[in-house]
């Protein structure tokens, strides 16, 4: 067990650190300054220095990975959270540093990727499929919904994320539908994460106002 735990963490650091290859290949042909961000019509806002966003990007990445491995491993009640939902958290990063920093860099030397379509889409799928499997996540420290009174109360957490799951799935539908429309997007996708984090909050908390 513990070799294919190791083995894991290896492969999505790995993973992560990938698109560093494709940065060799395209070094030269990149400018000085690469686009890190853009707003909802897809016009570059914030751009950082090659080495930055060549090396350094991939980096953060697999940084970032070897936490949550670590988070998600280390938790007493690892083995109650969803199956799926532990693998998408062990996965999310690499999958998202092999699609993201690339399209980054093709964008940078002259690629016309549609980045304002390709973002919402990827995080209405991830949130579709999370909400999917709420439901069936059990009391955890790392997966799920972690407050005070879920965690306290196994009949919250449960009641909690059955209405939790249904808002997210409708809330990634939602979202990727709007990744497709010709519209400004960004204040949509804030409102739908407002209300995706904020109405299973109050929820809880008026169970837990009940006694439960």
């Given at each position: 067990?513990?070799?294919?735990?190791?083995?894991?963490?290896?492969?999505?650091?790995?993973i992560c650190l990938l698109?560093?290859?494709?940065?060799?290949?395209?070094?030269?042909?990149?400018?000085?300054?690469?686009?890190?961000?853009?707003?909802?019509?897809?016009?570059?806002?914030?751009?950082?220095?090659?080495?930055?966003?060549?090396?350094?990007?991939?980096?953060?990445?697999?940084?970032?990975n070897i936490f949550s491995?670590?988070?998600?491993?280390?938790?007493?009640?690892?083995?109650?959270?969803?199956?799926?939902?532990?693998?998408?958290?062990?996965?999310?990063?690499?999958?998202?540093?092999?699609?993201?920093?690339?399209?980054?860099?093709?964008?940078?030397?002259?690629?016309?990727?549609?980045?304002?379509?390709?973002?919402?889409?990827?995080?209405?799928?991830?949130?579709?499929?999370?909400?999917?499997?709420?439901?069936?996540?059990?009391?955890?420290?790392?997966?799920?919904?972690?407050?005070?009174?879920?965690?306290?109360?196994?009949?919250?957490?449960?009641?909690?994320?059955?209405?939790?799951?249904?808002?997210?799935?409708?809330?990634?539908?939602?979202?990727?539908?709007?990744?497709?429309?010709?519209?400004?997007?960004?204040?949509?996708?804030?409102?739908?994460?407002?209300?995706?984090?904020?109405?299973?909050?109050?929820?809880?908390?008026?169970?837990?106002?009940?006694?439960?």
């Amino acid at each position: 067990m513990t070799r294919k735990i190791d083995r894991t963490l290896i492969i999505t650091t790995l993973i992560c650190l990938l698109p560093i290859v494709l940065a060799f290949v395209l070094y030269n042909k990149l400018p000085d300054q690469i686009a890190i961000h853009w707003d909802s019509a897809g016009t570059p806002d914030n751009f950082a220095p090659k080495a930055i966003a060549v090396w350094g990007l991939p980096l953060l990445m697999a940084g970032i990975n070897i936490f949550s491995y670590f988070m998600i491993q280390n938790d007493p009640k690892n083995a109650n959270a969803s199956s799926v939902l532990k693998q998408l958290g062990l996965w999310i990063l690499p999958i998202t540093s092999v699609i993201i920093i690339p399209v980054t860099l093709f964008k940078a030397i002259g690629y016309n990727i549609p980045i304002q379509t390709l973002v919402p889409v990827m995080v209405g799928v991830i949130i579709i499929v999370c909400g999917n499997y709420l439901p069936k996540s059990k009391q955890s420290y790392t997966v799920g919904i972690k407050l005070p009174w879920t965690l306290h109360s196994k009949e919250n957490w449960n009641r909690t994320h059955r209405m939790a799951g249904f808002l997210w799935v409708f809330g990634g539908v939602c979202m990727v539908i709007g990744g497709f429309l010709n519209i400004n997007w960004l204040p949509i996708t804030l409102l739908l994460v407002a209300v995706l984090v904020g109405l299973p909050f109050m929820y809880s908390y008026s169970l837990y106002k009940k006694g439960i």
